[in-house]
């Protein structure tokens, strides 16, 4: 892809779950905006082919959020690479729907394992090479949580406890990057419906434009969000545009939760 900005020149950034939907739109702004990018994902295939469409210097990695050894190995290839990791993006996640009384406590651990151990694993494996790489240019962890991690829903049991911890989570490691003034920003961005395969949880047997449909009429703006809404947040809480912005939230959802 041809660089069209410099809002995260001289900076590199691992993105999880960049083989697919939100990851895949963030990993190109990031690119677009001079950035060289991680594409990391468990599905090395996918994430190779991403790679691949976003050209400059990005590469693939195969990462599985869930696995300390994982992000272990992920974090010395970057270092052996590229000498640097400036931007952590905890994106991959996925969301098994389901109230108190259907979900299994197997889809609670695996929903819980994916969506939010994965960014304690993640920013702790992360933050040693961030913080030697500060002394260049700033550092920024950004967690892409949801608008379930702050409104509740009664099918969503496990994604909205994951999701809320995720939020809350955010504000711990804001707070703990300051104190040591490690140069290192934390927040976490909270999107309403978008349009990713993701989506599909929510369809049952309708079709996916019924599905998209139906959401649509839960929003204020009257449009589920595309992958870009969120891509064009995660550029400017990335870059040095929002050094001072640290341990925040933002609602990205059409005005869902102003309502
Ligand atoms: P997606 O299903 O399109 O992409 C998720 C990616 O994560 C896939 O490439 C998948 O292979 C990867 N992944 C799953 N488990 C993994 C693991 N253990 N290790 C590494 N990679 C793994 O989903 P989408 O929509 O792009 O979701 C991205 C993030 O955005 C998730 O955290 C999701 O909860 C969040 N989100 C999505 C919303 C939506 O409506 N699409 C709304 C709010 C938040």
Known sequence: MQVVGSRLAGKTALITGAASGLGAAIAARFTAEGAEVIVSDRDEAKAASQAAKLGGSSIALHLDVTDEASWSAALADIENKFGRLNILVNNAGICLAGSVEDLSYDDWRLTHAVDLDSVFLGTKAALPLMVRSSAQ??????????????????NMAAYNSAKAAVRHLTKSIALHCAKKRYG???NSVHPTFIDTPLLDEFAGNRSREETVE????QIPLGRIGSPDDVAWAAVYLCSDEAAFITGAE??????????
Do not use: Q
């Open 137 to 154: 240019t700033s550092g920024s962890v950004l967690n892409i949580s949801s608008i379930s991690g702050m409104v509740a829903a009664g």
């Open 184 to 186: 290192i920003t934390c």
């Open 214 to 217: 139906k959401l649509a009429r």
């Open 250 to 259: 933002l609602a990205i959802d059409g005005g869902l939760s102003a309502m």
